[in-house]
């Protein structure tokens, strides 16, 4: 059986060498889970999604809320969220919420990988390529928005120590090349 490589491995030692500094840090954090949940809010269904996440579907748009245990959900429409998880989380919980009823459960973990844009100078470095203003008291903690970053679509999630980006996997050698180049005058 092939050995299973995430879409960025190939830029782990590029990565580690851009960190070096005090200012920046780049990261695959490779395999998470990220279950895309379509569901009318308003149904019983949305309740009974949400009782197992332990939170309510953010009905705010471009927000996302933690659930506990490494998970996040993250706001993509007025019916769809994503679930970000660590590696190994089970969706079928998630499926026998929802049962029979309108709306559909897809783990989408292949799809996509993420990166970690840290540190003080990650917004510097991030609004190189993206037109969002990522200035703490717009887009800090708590919110979420599909977007582009230099050219690729990505979802954003702003958090404490900077932000995670998840990215298609056909974009991800793309992307981390386009980091590392905008890295380079971020280095310390």
Known sequence: ???????????????????RG????????????????????????????ADVLGVPLPAEPC???????GVTVAWLGPDEWLVIAPEGYQPELLRKALGERHGSIVDVSAQRTTLLVAGPRARDLLAHGCALDLHPSVFGPGRCAQTVLARAQVVLLPRQDGFLVLVRSSFAAYLSEWLLDAATEHVT
């Open 63 to 69: 927000t996302a809320v933690p659930a506990g245990s």
């Open 22 to 49: 005090e200012g920046l840090r780049l990261a695959e954090l490779p395999f998470l889970t990220h279950v895309n949940v379509r569901v009318d809010p308003a149904s019983p269904a949305a309740g009974d999604i």
């Open 1 to 19: 059986m092939a050995e299973r490589r995430s879409p960025a491995a190939a830029y782990t030692g590029r990565f580690e060498a851009a960190s």
